[in-house]
């Protein structure tokens, strides 16, 4: 059985130590090296004693040479920090997959203006392939750079996709309305993320643009039929009062009568491994896909009126971050697409 080697770029931060959860138990991946600058020479398991008894691994400083002789680097690291790296490591051969936002929007410009900062590798954009493995999962196979996809476009993709493709809805005036818990934030001390600043509250934040808007409306234009009007998405994100997962409630104008929208759902998910079109009038939960790589959708049409309405949960940090990652080095090595993926939710 072939087994690759695994390297990884920030590994302190929560998709960090998710790819670490999910990978030592891989059966054909083994984690080589783990970086970070700030805890150079510490144990993983002493930063993280649940690894314990499952990694014997320290904290290095990134190497490109070390890392070089890897099969496949994952960063997980803030936007800005993989460009640096990434034209050597690619050049050397080796195979990347990027859990930052730094190559999922294709136009330079749009990435700078929401990114606030100039693009520090801009002729590697073109060629990365955005991991969105239900759209995509032929060119990942042989991708060099994949662009693994953010967790609120994840969730918001998978929803509105099968009307796009479809072409039974307006994608002029598409809404989402996508709540995550606090993980999304990311590990680092900021005061609006303690828990008892976010304990027993819901706030709405960014209204006026989030940042995944923009990779969004791209992911959504790439599978419209080529007469249909562009994308325009009011993009709403707010802050649940939980640890790990993202529920979105997306909003459509339908442009004619549908027979059977659960049915459109169903043939379009059918043979997709980590995407579950629940029964009809079932409501999809949070806690229903924590800690695994599942997307859980459903679809109503409320008093049968021209409106449809989509449910669509994941966990932020597995199908929203890591898992999904781990999904597209499945993908990329001829493994099995679920190996190492194939758990059940945690609960309660």
């Not at 060629?127 to 493995?133: F, N, R």
């Not at 693994?148 to 993709?157: F, L």
């Not at 994608?171 to 709540?179: K, R, V, Y």
Request: glycine share 8%; charged share 20%; with cysteine.
């Amino acid at each position: 059985m072939k087994v690759i080697q695994v390297g990884i770029v920030g590994g302190t931060g929560y998709t960090g130590v998710e790819l670490l959860r999910l990978l030592v138990n891989h059966p054909q991946a083994q984690v080589k090296i783990i970086t970070s600058r700030a805890e150079n020479g510490v144990r993983v398991d002493q930063l993280y004693p649940s690894l314990r008894g499952f990694l014997d691994l320290q904290f290095s400083e990134p190497d490109v040479d070390a890392l070089a002789s890897c099969d496949v680097v994952f960063f997980a690291t803030p936007h800005g920090v993989a460009q640096a790296m990434m034209p050597e490591l690619i050049s050397r051969g080796v195979r990347v997959i990027d859990l930052s936002a730094d190559f999922r929007i294709r136009d330079q410009q749009v990435w700078e203006q929401w990114y606030g900062q100039q693009h520090g590798c801009p002729e590697l954009v073109s060629s990365a392939v955005y991991g969105l493995p239900e759209v995509n999962r032929a060119q990942i196979k042989d991708a060099q750079l994949v662009a693994c996809p953010g967790c609120y476009p994840t969730a918001t993709q998978l929803g509105f996709i099968p009307l796009l493709e479809s072409g039974l809805v307006d994608p002029t005036n598409l809404i989402a309305n996508a709540a995550s818990g606090a993980s999304g934030a990311g590990r680092q001390g900021k005061i609006d993320n303690l828990m008892s600043e976010v304990s027993d509250s819901f706030k709405a934040y960014a209204a006026d643009g989030h940042r995944h808007l923009p990779e969004i409306e791209q992911g959504l234009n790439d599978v419209l039929a080529a007469d249909d009007e562009p994308v325009q998405l009011t993009f709403v994100p707010h802050l649940l009062p939980i640890i790990r997962g993202i529920h979105a409630t997306l909003y459509a104008d339908l442009k004619g009568s549908v027979a059977d929208l659960q049915q459109v759902f169903e043939a379009r998910y059918a043979d997709e491994p980590f995407v579950d079109v629940l029964p009809a009038g079932v409501h999809p939960q949070t806690r229903t896909v924590k800690s695994v790589n599942t997307c859980r959708i459903s679809v109503f049409q409320p008093q049968q009126r021209g409106k449809v309405v989509v449910l669509s949960v994941i966990d932020n940090l597995t199908k929203g971050a890591s898992g999904q990652a781990v999904q597209n080095m499945n993908i990329m090595f001829g493994f099995e697409e679920t190996a190492g993926l194939n758990q059940v939710a945690i609960l309660p």
